[in-house]
């Protein structure tokens, strides 16, 4: 059974680690050097700047994390090894019972993540040619309403 609590500064560096496996899993269009690159900047700035909430599947065990910022879903990883048990699902409905709607952005080139949100019944709203550092990683732009 999965159990979403919030964050505490402690789970930083587990967080990180649940990142690096999620993304080396699903953001094949990213190099090691690029993981490398982002790792700093996903413990030290992007994790502290959103409220995060984590799925355990047992207590004292992360398995996966959604961070928000407001209603925008800025990140959502779930460890390489817990993909397909409905980690993401019971995090997308905690997000969903705190806000009406929810918004994300979504690399293109993962398909993956965009055919889930896709399921989870995000309707893509646009597109961007490049992500939010300027790199030409386009982004789908995706909306969830209240169901």
């Not at 779930?78 to 997308?92: C, N």
Request: net charge negative; with cysteine.
């Amino acid at each position: 059974m999965i159990t979403i609590r919030a964050r505490a500064v402690e789970d930083n560096a587990q967080l990180v680690e649940i990142w690096q496996r999620s993304v080396r899993a699903t953001h094949h269009f990213l190099t090691e050097e690029n993981i490398a690159q982002l790792y700093p900047l996903v413990l030290n700035d992007y994790l502290p700047k959103v409220s995060v909430w984590v799925a355990e599947d047992h207590p004292g065990h992360p398995c996966g994390f959604i961070g928000l910022s407001g209603n925008k879903v800025e990140m959502l990883f779930i460890d390489a090894e817990q993909r397909g048990k409905g980690v993401g699902k019971a995090l997308l409905a905690h997000a969903e019972s705190l806000h009406d709607e929810l918004q994300l952005d979504v690399n293109e080139q993962n398909p993956q993540a965009s055919d889930f949100y896709r399921h989870y019944g995000f309707e893509i709203t646009g597109r961007s040619a490049l992500d939010s550092q300027g790199n030409p990683l386009p982004l789908l732009h995706m909306k969830l309403d209240k169901r």
